[in-house]
């Protein structure tokens, strides 16, 4: 009899909690599969892998390449536009194709377009258009239930955001995540330059990648008015990249006022110096900063966020989430996840405190977890 009521239980509460023990443990999965490479992840032993297919995505008069990964499970399912961040490699990346295939083992239908301006490692106002086609594309189709989400990832987030807080989607868009995002790109190349973060009583210093700030601009010349500050510019960059230091000084000093002004605000390490050599850049730098900051539209997004961020991030301090989040304005829709061992989009080195990769662990299933909530 005992027996009885015992097995009786275990059938009970497996049928009352049967979708979260299946979400636990697909959040268990892709958790287990952010932490190794591609072709170690395992979710794929235990899920029936989801068919993929190449799709078209028309925008700005141009045709965005994209592939479209959909759930063996008999749908609709809630769709997912997945956003790259600036990488060559765009949709191709294959932790990218790791991920896109995990969520849709776990329901959604996800899409992940190529955005050749990211892929150019260039991001532009344009790129919030073609997310915004993309996601109307991905929610339009018939294995698409109503509603759905995005996600981004690094600099991707910005135009990601920008395209949630568009009039055509506020209304369609239920929950956007953002992984190792950023809301002001101001504050991004403070700490790209100097390496200093400072936001809600959070600051620090990393040191910067040195590289960075040359792609930086050699990715903008476009955006630098006088043509022949542009060629000397190039030239500069191409003397450094061959470790012609003193040629690049040299060539720096024939610069005009417009180039001057640039090459000092690139060339800068020091914090204390940012603000000045900022408002000396010129008017179309500092318009495009603005464009492409976000944090300035998040009060018109009504989805649900979920804000995840590594707090060893060498490419963007974990304190743009912060921002991120309090920009929302209304901390209920927001889950904010920091990670102390986790980098930029990666986990940290295996070296450090084991607790805290426990917490970042905890944290990271915790948001994987509300996320596979809109898969269901």
């Known amino acids: 009899m005992k027996k009885i009521i015992f097995l009786s239980i275990l059938v009970i509460v497996g049928v009352l909690f049967a979708g979260q023990i299946r979400r636990g443990f697909l959040g268990l999965l892709i958790l287990i599969d952010s932490t190794?490479?591609?072709?170690?992840?395992?979710?794929?032993?235990?899920?029936?892998?989801?068919?993929?297919?190449?799709?078209?995505?028309?925008?700005?008069?141009?045709?965005?390449?994209?592939?479209?990964?959909?759930?063996?499970?008999?749908g609709p399912h809630t769709p997912l536009l997945l956003v790259h961040g600036v990488n060559a490699t765009g949709k191709d990346d294959p932790q990218l194709v790791l991920l896109a295939?995990?969520?849709?083992?776990?329901?959604?239908?996800?899409?992940?377009?190529?955005?050749?301006?990211?892929?150019?490692?260039?991001?532009?106002?344009?790129?919030?258009?073609?997310?915004?086609q993309s996601f109307l594309t991905v929610s339009r189709l018939r294995s698409a239930r109503p509603g759905g989400g995005m996600m981004g990832i690094s600099y991707g987030v910005g135009p990601m955001l920008l395209a949630a807080s568009d009039s055509r989607l506020r209304d369609r868009?239920?929950?956007?995540?953002?992984?190792?995002?950023?809301?002001?790109?101001?504050?991004?190349?403070?700490?790209?330059?100097?390496?200093?973060?400072?936001?809600?009583?959070?600051?620090?210093?990393?040191?910067?990648?040195?590289?960075?700030?040359?792609?930086?601009?050699?990715?903008?010349?476009?955006?630098?008015?006088?043509?022949?500050?542009?060629?000397?510019?190039g030239k500069i960059i191409e003397k450094r990249n061959r470790y012609e230091i003193r040629e690049a000084g040299e060539l720096a000093r024939t610069l005009g006022p417009e180039g001057k002004a640039v090459h000092a605000f690139v060339a800068n390490s020091d914090p204390k110096k940012?603000?000045?050599?900022?408002?000396?850049?010129?008017?179309?730098?500092?318009?495009?900063?603005?464009?492409?900051?976000?944090?300035?539209?998040?009060?018109?997004?009504?989805?649900?966020?979920?804000?995840?961020?590594?707090?060893?991030?060498?490419?963007?301090?974990?304190?743009?989430?912060?921002?991120?989040?309090?920009?929302?304005g209304d901390r209920q829709r927001v889950r904010l996840s920091l990670l102390p061992r986790f980098m930029h989009t990666e986990p940290a080195r295996p070296e450090g405190s084991a607790y805290g990769t426990f917490v970042s662990g905890v944290r990271m299933f915790g948001s994987i977890y509300d996320m596979l909530l809109k898969a269901q």
């Open 101 to 132: 295939r995990n969520l849709a083992m776990a329901g959604f239908l996800v899409m992940v377009p190529d955005f050749e301006g990211m892929k150019q490692l260039r991001m532009g106002p344009s790129d919030a258009e073609d997310i915004v």
């Open 173 to 233: 868009v239920g929950l956007v995540v953002s992984l190792g995002g950023y809301g002001d790109l101001r504050a991004v190349l403070l700490f790209l330059l100097t390496g200093s973060y400072d936001y809600g009583g959070q600051q620090g210093y990393l040191r910067p990648d040195e590289s960075l700030r040359w792609i930086f601009l050699y990715r903008n010349l476009d955006r630098i008015h006088t043509a022949a500050d542009r060629e000397t510019l």
């Open 36 to 74: 190794r490479p591609p072709e170690k992840a395992v979710m794929g032993t235990f899920v029936p892998l989801p068919s993929v297919k190449a799709i078209s995505v028309p925008s700005r008069g141009k045709t965005l390449r994209a592939d479209l990964y959909t759930p063996r499970a008999r």
């Open 274 to 328: 940012f603000v000045m050599l900022y408002e000396n850049l010129p008017l179309a730098l500092r318009e495009y900063m603005v464009e492409l900051s976000p944090v300035r539209v998040l009060k018109q997004i009504k989805a649900k966020f979920i804000i995840i961020h590594g707090m060893e991030d060498y490419s963007i301090p974990y304190t743009e989430s912060l921002r991120l989040a309090d920009a929302v």
